[in-house]
């Protein structure tokens, strides 16, 4: 079965300049994350779907992000614009449904803002 | 408000040492789930293992193991004889099926072990 795929895994882009980050879940999972890891740090939750519904986005900084999951299965992550301290590693995960199932993670897109 | 706390930032052992990792947490809610993953220098974070907060039978999968105690708050991660290709960085995280928390999985700032040859 395949997992949780993500693109691209490396992006590079100078500050002001928009990106865009695509995540498609395990096949059959309800619920998908978006996730941010800084370096040295645990992931935190960005956003969450149940479907195509966005139903944990309280810590989404909706200045300059924003996502949708238009279908209920792939899902995209945009920054516009992207600042310096936006450098990270963008992780998207997806469980069978929410409540405490085990999420399971995709390789991650590491962006780099110059 | 729920908190995991691994309060070892980096651990190195010689090849075929045993090591422990704790973790720590905190939370309001009754029903809860924790979970270990690993890191590897890939980056891709890796599902070990999922226990409820009303299951705290010990549990071993080869040479690992994991010790919940619910009355210490702890969810600690033993690793038996541990092999180069243990090295990496290990998470504690839980996930409380509370209303203040809503189902959200809050990590640790986990663990960089490395094992030696």
């Known amino acids: 079965e395949a997992g949780v795929v993500q693109s691209p895994r490396y992006k590079i882009i100078e500050k002001k300049q928009p990106v865009a980050f695509w995540c498609n879940p395990i096949?059959?999972?309800?619920?998908l994350y978006w996730y941010l890891q800084n370096l040295g740090q645990g992931p935190e939750l960005l956003i969450r779907?149940?479907?195509?519904?966005?139903?944990?986005d309280s810590q989404l900084p909706k200045d300059r992000f924003s996502a949708e999951r238009l279908k209920g299965v792939d899902s995209t992550l945009k920054i516009q614009p992207a600042e310096l301290g936006d450098s990270a590693v963008y992780l998207c995960?997806?469980?069978?449904?929410?409540?405490?199932?085990?999420?399971?993670f995709g390789p991650g897109t590491r962006l780099t803002v110059l | 408000a729920q908190k995991v706390t691994q309060a070892q930032t980096e651990i190195s052992v010689v090849e075929k040492e045993d090591v422990t990792l704790d973790c720590v947490y905190e939370?309001?809610?009754?029903?809860?789930?924790l979970f270990w993953y690993k890191q590897p220098p890939s980056g891709e974070l890796v599902f070990l293992i999922r226990?409820?907060?009303?299951?705290?039978q010990n549990e071993i999968s080869g040479r690992y193991s994991w010790n919940f105690q619910k009355s210490t708050s702890s969810f600690n991660f033993t690793i038996t004889a541990s092999q180069v290709v243990d090295s990496a960085v290990y998470f504690c995280?839980?996930?409380?099926?509370?209303?203040?928390?809503?189902?959200?999985?809050?990590f640790g700032e986990g663990t960089q072990l490395t094992v030696n040859p």
């Open positions: 226990r409820n907060s009303f299951d705290e």
């Open positions: 779907y149940e479907n195509e519904e966005a139903v944990d």
């Open positions: 939370t309001r809610d009754t029903t809860y789930y």
């Open positions: 995960a997806s469980s069978d449904s929410g409540g405490g199932d085990t999420q399971y």
């Open positions: 096949s059959g999972h309800n619920t």
């Open positions: 995280a839980l996930s409380g099926l509370g209303e203040t928390s809503g189902s959200r999985l809050t």
